[in-house]
């Protein structure tokens, strides 16, 4: 019983790193992943990595097709059509829920992140612009209290991820806009309208750009 603890801790750990690196598209669309290889990057054994990508594979990241053969799933315009709605239906909802809930520490910090994210924006950094988006979003979306919900567009973020970074990367962050300081004013002024209008014209624009670029792999 003493090490069950720690075990779990250390399962979670290893889910959690690997979830990150989907979120902000580490991972390449189409390529295969090893449970040694990613044992040896994260320093641990086979056994959390496998549970951690079974997780994983139930939440759409990753297709297990063999004991060997672990595959990051390519888009295809039908599951990007679905991703896509999915994000419109419940992020903007997510929003408003937590706009009661944002307080001046978490105003404070989306005013931080935003500022970098303007750096990234006009320095081409893609890596950067990809964890500062993952962490504007998810500090309003974790702060409204139903977890069903914030789980739910967790699985969203981890399946559009890596081909988000794909497409950051052939087409550079320049052709972004910055909705960022518009949701932003919209929680200072406790403007539900505002905010849900400025978080969907996010998504439409990151999305957008994706759904210009062209599909991987066809239906």
């Known amino acids: 019983m003493a090490t069950a603890a720690p075990d779990r801790l250390l399962r979670n750990s290893v889910y959690d790193a690997l979830r990150q690196r989907f979120v902000t598209g580490k991972f390449v669309p189409g390529s295969s992943l090893s449970t040694r290889g990613v044992a040896r990057e994260l320093g641990v054994s086979q056994m959390p990595v496998r549970e951690a990508l079974s997780r994983l594979a139930a939440e759409g990241a990753v297709e297990i097709r063999s004991k060997r053969r672990i595959v990051v799933p390519l888009m295809t315009a039908a599951r990007f059509k679905d991703l896509l709605r999915c994000r419109e239906l419940l992020e903007p909802e997510a929003a408003v829920a937590a706009l009661p809930f944002i307080d001046a520490a978490r105003l404070r910090h989306l005013r931080a992140v935003d500022i970098a994210l303007d750096v990234a924006l006009k320095t081409g950094d893609v890596s950067g612009y990809m964890e500062g988006n993952l962490d504007f979003h998810f500090t309003i979306y974790r702060a409204q209290p139903r977890r069903t919900m914030l789980q739910l567009i967790e699985t969203l973020w981890l399946q559009f991820g890596p081909y988000m970074r794909v497409v950051y990367g052939r087409f550079g962050t320049a052709n972004l806009v910055d909705q960022h300081e518009l949701a932003i004013r919209a929680v200072q ?31």
């Open 189 to 219: 002024e406790r403007n539900a309208t505002h905010l849900k209008r400025a978080i969907l014209a996010d998504i439409r624009d990151g999305m957008g750009l994706i759904g210009k670029s062209g599909f991987e792999a066809e239906d």
